[in-house]
């Protein structure tokens, strides 16, 4: 779903977060993405401690901050990890007012996503809307 997302946005930077557990998972979508080692960040978080989450989040959205781009230019995918990743991750994109985005995707008898089925869906859009 991460390269589902990825392959949709074609964003010119790219943040993951992820645990010990899904760290080789994260490797895999950097490279898989063919995107420049220095246009992307990877934090790893404890997969339990929301408040660990959320210092990561920020510090990516930090760190894509500090490339010039605007808050408004940030998206946050919200699937896939623990549900305190997610949370986690969620909390802080709408402290930020960072557009989240979930993927649903249709599952096989294995449960495993069935390629060509994954479709973005917004979960908080704050771009387009004037404080």
């Known amino acids: 779903t991460a ?19 899904s760290e ?19 934090e790893i978080a404890d997969a339990w401690d929301i408040v660990d989450m959320r210092e990561k989040v920020e510090s ?10 605007a808050v408004a230019d940030i998206a946050v995918d919200i699937t896939g990890g623990t549900t305190p990743m ?6 802080i994109a709408e402290q930020w007012k960072v557009d989240t985005q979930y993927v649903r995707s249709q599952y ?3 449960t495993k996503p069935i390629p060509r089925t994954q479709e973005g869906l917004v979960v908080s859009r704050h771009a387009a809307i004037k404080n």
């Open 3 to 21: 390269l589902f997302a990825i392959e949709s946005h074609k964003p010119e930077w790219l943040g993951l977060l992820c645990s010990r557990q």
């Open 108 to 110: 096989d008898a294995q």
């Open 60 to 69: 990516l959205i930090r760190w894509l901050a500090r490339k010039e781009l």
């Open 24 to 42: 080789a998972i994260a490797d895999d979508i950097i490279a898989a993405s063919q995107m420049p080692i220095e246009h992307t960040q990877k």
């Open 86 to 91: 997610s949370v986690g991750t969620f909390t």
